[in-house]
């Protein structure tokens, strides 16, 4: 009989567990079932919502990095070559990777959010442009777009994060 074994993940409730460098799975935590795991498809740009971070969803591990002024960015760690870094398109309320976290890209910074309760928090995109916000992952259809808020009905912009 071939052992049992389980795999450990631990949820950051708070920006103080953030640690510049962890890599981690971002978790959309709405009320929708579906997908739910953050795919940064580094092969097409595109960004979406899978159903775990195995292969072939490589793009569902990402790293966070450093953006300055308490801001962060995350890197996907897809297989893939292409762009890697996620980037909130305020001015269309899409969401897509960047190739960097420099200008022009200002949507590739984001500001972590407790939400009410410590259980979650939202992702908020630091873009120059006025607009949706709030990195919202429609479980229903596993699209990932921006929410002017986080009140309902966008409940996917509630996120948990799984260090890895």
């Known amino acids: 009989m071939a052992p049992n074994h389980t795999a450990a993940n631990f949820v ?16 959309c935590l709405g009320s929708v079932p579906g997908s739910r795991y953050l795919d940064g498809r580094t092969g097409n740009g595109t960004v979406g919502l899978a159903p775990n971070s195995d292969v072939p969803f490589t793009g569902a591990m990402w790293k966070m ?11 996907s760690l897809g297989s893939v070559d292409g762009p890697r870094f996620l980037d909130g398109r305020t001015r269309d309320g899409s969401v897509g990777l960047a190739p960097n976290n420099n200008q ?12 009410q309760g410590g259980v979650s928090f939202s992702l908020r995109c630091l873009g ?5 916000r709030f990195l919202d992952g429609r479980t229903g259809n596993g699209t990932v777009g921006l929410a002017p808020n986080t009140d309902p009905p966008f409940s996917g912009t509630h996120w948990g994060i799984f260090r890895r």
């Open 12 to 27: 950051l409730y708070d920006t103080a567990g953030f640690a510049v460098g962890d890599t981690a799975c971002v978790i």
């Open 65 to 75: 990095l450093d953006a300055g002024a308490g801001a962060f960015s995350l890197q």
């Open 104 to 115: 022009p890209f200002t949507g590739a910074r984001w500001e972590v959010i407790k939400l």
């Open 128 to 132: 120059d442009v006025d607009g949706p």
